[in-house]
């Protein structure tokens, strides 16, 4: 179950994520990250409430730090220490911005 | 030990990652843990639904996955051991080349991260082809 909330202000847009990014819920978030991006240029993923993160939800970040590195920044936040592990054993610590 | 059988379709991730709970519900297992078995439950369980029975003869019944698991003792430390089979194309995830992690966002491929996590997470990873199936085992001490 992934609980995704959005919030845009002018070019800025945070994205809230709350639960379970896998398999199941992957495909929801991307379409959502596509459909939002035009024109932002700052993004922001709130992972506070993330509590879980597989390779199909990786994906997902990776697709949007790709678009992101064409038109802005992109920034996570509040990564929990299980799920900074997941970030430093696949690398994404070096292609995310992670705050 | 107890099994699950479920059809592997990725639709069914649910029921096995609950099924995996039950089977830690009375262990010293931490969260992190848990996790960690989980996203390497996930990773296997959803590479069998995608691709195991891809060109295979099989009718839709037999498309199964089979998913075991329990506690094991190694050299005195409580450890987890699943095992995950399926009766489709002989496959060896561990024959796949580890990604590139230290590429660019632009240079990086979305394929093969997770095989790649739960070589890195496991304790143990073992893979054979047995009596018709792909026979996936994995153990992660629990301390």
């Known amino acids: 179950m992934l609980n995704i909330k959005k919030d845009q202000n002018g070019n800025a847009l945070t994205i809230a994520l709350e639960g379970r990014l896998d398999t199941t819920s992957a495909p929801e978030l991307e379409a959502e990250v596509k459909a939002a991006l035009e024109g932002v240029t700052e993004l922001t993923f709130d992972i506070n409430e993330l509590q879980y993160i597989s390779s199909a ?31 430093d054993v696949t690398g994404f610590t070096d292609i995310l911005t992670i705050k | 030990m107890k099994t ?14 609950s099924f995996i709970g039950s089977c830690l ?13 989980d996203v390497a439950v996930e990773e296997m369980f959803v590479n069998i639904a995608c691709y195991a029975y891809e060109g295979s ?25 699943v095992t995950l ?7 060896d ?3 796949k080349e580890d990604p590139d992690i230290t590429l660019s966002a632009e240079d990086r491929k979305v394929g093969g991260l997770g095989i790649f996590m739960v070589k890195k997470s496991m304790d143990h990873v073992a893979y054979e082809y047995k009596e018709g199936m792909n026979v996936f085992t994995m153990e992660k001490k629990l301390s």
């Open chain 1, 57 to 87: 939800g990786l994906r997902v970040l990776l697709m949007a730090q790709k678009t992101m590195n064409k038109q802005g920044n992109m920034i996570v936040t509040g990564a929990n220490e299980d799920i900074r592990d997941i970030f």
């Open chain 2, 93 to 95: 995830p561990l024959a």
């Open chain 2, 25 to 37: 519900e009375g262990t010293q297992c931490s969260p992190k843990v848990q996790m960690q078995l």
């Open chain 2, 85 to 91: 089979k399926d009766k489709g194309i002989p496959y």
């Open chain 2, 57 to 81: 003869s099989l009718p839709d019944e037999e498309r199964n996955a089979w998913i075991e698991a329990g506690m094991i003792d190694t050299d005195g430390v409580p450890c987890v051991r």
């Open chain 2, 4 to 17: 699950l059988c479920v059809a592997a379709e990725a639709g069914r991730l649910d029921e096995v990652l």
